[in-house]
């Protein structure tokens, strides 16, 4: 249902008012130094509505790393790229393991269970790499993100970028695993360094959920009526979301919250709501899979209040 601006404010404020109370805020991924001095005590919410101006509360403007929520644009663009072969590379199914397992690779030949996954990017980020150096192709993501969120102020964060390239041994092993199974063209290092370049993209909660409006609008993008995608190709890359966004926690997020997301470990998701509107929640801490607390949280109560999620009001 479409819900107006002022009511939709209301329920954002008292959202951000609830969970700046809660005492239990999750941890800071530790595994990325340059995360990991993130300060816990922040939330930011943001609605942007297909056909309408964003709505938000709390740090809505302050940018954090995206991390795997790139894996939506990435897999947008390889899709406008390669189109349906990609899935000859990578799996649609969720993979019930941890983001960065390898344990899978193993078993499926260095197939990826989804794009969602470590590997599974990682071969997305070699799609994109067959007729690009891996600058062009950071510099194509980030146009993407900048084209979408109608801010070319968007960069990648160098830091956090040369933290992952100097301490990600495990992504090495997945991709270097993927390279000897035949499933990684470009040399490991190049992958590797658009991989974390886009991982390291700062953007925020505003500028997120306006760019993930055209997976809500049919493959559109509203600003400008642009096809970012056709509509069945939008459609997919939202049911990959709800299957596989939230890693081994996305059946527990459909049954708390029952929309489409793509959570990263700097602790951003992304929602969509179909035929409505765009959303992020952040907030640094994480669950023990990988996903904001607050913003986990703030999703529930978002659904509760509005009636968004895809399985029907609650
Ligand atoms: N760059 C992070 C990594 O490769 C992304 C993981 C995530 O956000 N889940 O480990």
């Known amino acids: 249902s479409v819900i107006e601006t002022g009511e939709l404010q209301v329920i954002l404020e008292d959202i951000a008012d609830r969970v700046a109370g809660m005492s239990e805020r999750g941890k800071v991924a530790q595994y990325i130094p340059e995360l990991a001095s ?7 919410i943001a609605v942007a509505p297909i056909d309408g101006a964003p709505v938000s509360a709390g740090n809505a403007d302050t940018l954090f790393s995206i991390q795997s929520i790139s894996k939506v ?48 990017a990682i071969v997305v980020a070699d799609v994109l790499l067959e007729d ?24 990648v964060d160098k830091a956090v970028a040369d933290s ?33 370049r886009q991982c390291s993209i700062a953007m ?22 642009s096809t970012v ?16 966004g939230s890693y081994d926690a996305s059946g527990e997020f459909a049954f708390r919250v029952g929309l489409p997301a793509k959570s990263g470990v700097g602790g951003g998701i992304l929602c969509i709501v ?30 509760r209040a509005t009636g968004w999620s895809v399985f029907g009001p609650s």
């Open 274 to 303: 179909p035929g409505i509107a765009s959303v992020t929640a952040w907030s640094p801490g994480l669950d023990a899979k990988g996903n904001s607390h607050l913003a986990s949280i703030a999703f529930q109560e978002l659904v």
């Open 164 to 196: 992952e390239m100097r301490t990600g041994s495990r992504n090495r092993a997945l991709a270097h695993f993927m390279k000897a199974e035949g499933n990684l063209k470009a040399p490991v290092e190049d992958v590797l360094s658009l991989y974390f």
């Open 229 to 244: 995608l056709s509509a069945q190709r939008a459609r997919r890359v939202t049911a990959l979301m709800m299957m596989c």
């Open 132 to 155: 690009r150096s891996s600058d062009e192709a950071v510099n194509d993501v980030l146009n993407l993100c900048r084209t979408l969120a109608e801010d070319a102020s968007i960069q």
């Open 73 to 120: 644009f990435s897999l947008t663009e390889a899709l406008q790229h390669v189109g349906a072969t990609l899935w000859q590379r990578v799996g649609r199914e969720p993979s019930g393991d941890p983001f960065n397992s390898i344990v899978q690779l193993e078993h499926e030949r260095g197939i990826p269970r989804n794009p969602f996954i470590n590997p599974g």
């Open 38 to 44: 993130v300060d816990l005590n922040q939330f930011g």
């Open 204 to 225: 925020s909660c505003r500028q997120l959920a306006v760019a993930g409006r055209y997976l809500a609008a049919a493959g559109q993008n509203p600003a400008d009526g």
